[in-house]
């Protein structure tokens, strides 16, 4: 462009301007983009804790709505889950074999997720010893019982999940058969 003078100026950014835009942009992307990521994996567990917990509620619905016992069943090789029902005509509160009950289909945890303590040290909703739950059963009123077929009730049922990195959460059941989900903060167990 030509001023009155007859002198041409240019409009516009030099290529210096421009690296140096380029780079603040990169900088904050550097900040950014770990954070965003933790984010995401905290929201993915926290997601998953909370579908399982649905799951064992569905699970006691399911026993109280068939008078019959269902259970929730977990796979930590296959990071799956699935309520099963039992369909054994006549035997409502007494289904123990494993061709008792009828698969209703398998959930998978959402990706990084698995079944595991993570960094907890100490066991959830007061359960003793800290172990994994791998099978949830309720009788036909909803309560959780002992697997042994006694029909004792069961207060001790928690899985816990983790993301492989600092988060780990746990759901619990209570002896009403409620579902509880915990967050680990790394000196002791948050309900969520």
Not at 50 to 71: E, G
């Amino acid at each position: 462009m030509k001023t009155p003078n007859g002198k041409t100026t240019s409009t516009g950014f030099t290529v210096i301007e421009l690296v140096i835009g380029m780079a603040v942009v990169l900088l904050l992307a550097a900040f950014a983009i770990p954070n965003t990521l933790a984010t995401l994996r905290a929201y993915r567990l926290s997601g998953s804790s909370h579908s399982l917990a649905h799951q064992l509620s569905l699970a006691r619905l399911r026993a109280q709505t068939d008078f019959t016992q269902a259970q929730l069943v977990i796979d930590p090789a296959t990071n799956s889950y699935s309520v099963q029902v039992c369909t054994v005509a006549g035997k409502a509160n007494n289904c123990t074999a494993a061709g008792d009950y009828a698969n209703e289909g398998t959930q998978f945890l959402g990706s990084g997720i698995s079944f595991g303590f993570g960094p907890a040290g100490s066991a959830a909703a007061g359960q003793a010893p800290m172990q994994q739950t791998l099978q949830t059963r309720f009788n036909s009123r909803g309560v959780p019982i002992l697997l042994d077929g006694s029909g004792n009730t069961n207060a001790n049922d928690v899985i816990y999940l983790t993301d492989g990195q600092a988060n780990t959460f746990a759901v619990s059941v209570t002896v009403g058969g409620h579902a509880r989900v915990w967050r680990y903060d790394g000196s002791g167990w948050c309900q969520q």
